[in-house]
């Protein structure tokens, strides 16, 4: 079975141009989430969705914002970039949205901006 | 709010040696506890996790983690280190009632031949 997947797998922005990100949960799951890795950090967490309605949201600007589509699958758009927001962005699905469950993350998309 | 603390960022180990990464956790209710590891250019791959039972849970690659509440701690080990286990591991917690996760810092650990 495939896994999570991502794309585009890189991006390279200017600062103040808006972005769209992908992504396709494990067949069967219903919960993604969005997390931000900045480079020698640990991921932090922006958004989380379940059955298409927002469950939880981080500490990030209103810049951010995501989505979930009938099919379970995700996008996630940031406004105005700016250079701090240079990262590795992660989804994960699972099956729900438990405290238990294990979330499977992707490979992630590379944003670079300049 | 929950949150983990992994102490030293570099952890170098010789081939064959102990594996020991320290995970500290902070929660006023009975923690979810997760590693992750991290190889390069890659997205985050689960080792083990606890939620509840045996205190002491097995996961792949031959790592192991113990719960341990009275000291608050999740420490990931592996009796012998192989060259493979050079990456990045992430100890997390899920937020009560979601399974939002907050991460630590990470360790990346170094495998010295």
């Known amino acids: 079975d495939a896994g999570v997947t991502q794309s585009p797998t890189h991006l390279i922005k200017t600062r103040g141009q808006q972005v769209t990100l992908r992504c396709s949960p494990i067949?069967?799951?219903?919960?993604v989430s969005w997390y931000q890795q900045v480079l020698g950090q640990g991921p932090q967490f922006i958004f989380q969705?379940?059955?298409?309605?927002?469950?939880g949201r981080g500490n990030f600007p209103d810049r951010f914002s995501a989505r979930q589509f009938p099919n379970y699958s995700s996008e996630l758009n940031v406004n105005a970039l700016l250079l701090g927001d240079s990262a590795l962005y992660l989804c994960?699905?699972?099956?729900?949205?438990?405290?238990?469950?294990?979330?499977?993350f992707g490979p992630g998309t590379r944003l670079l901006v300049l | 709010a929950q949150s983990v603390t992994q102490l030293g960022s570099h952890v170098s180990v010789s081939e064959g040696a102990l594996v020991l990464l320290r995970c500290n956790y902070s929660?006023?209710?009975?923690?979810?506890l997760f590693w992750y590891v991290q190889y390069p250019n890659q997205g985050l791959q689960l080792l083990l996790k606890?939620?509840?039972?045996?205190?002491l849970v097995k996961g792949i690659n031959g790592f192991e983690a113990e719960f341990k509440k009275s000291e608050t701690s999740f420490h990931l080990t592996k009796p012998s280190a192989h060259m493979s286990d050079a990456a990045e591991y992430f100890c997390?917690?899920?937020?009560?009632?979601?399974?939002?996760?907050?991460f630590g810092k990470g360790n990346q650990v170094v495998v010295i031949p």
């Open positions: 067949s069967g799951h219903k919960s």
């Open positions: 994960a699905s699972s099956w729900r949205d438990r405290s238990q469950e294990t979330q499977y």
């Open positions: 606890y939620t509840t039972g045996a205190t």
């Open positions: 997390a917690v899920s937020v009560l009632g979601n399974n939002r996760l907050a």
């Open positions: 929660s006023s209710v009975p923690p979810y």
């Open positions: 969705y379940y059955e298409k309605e927002e469950r």
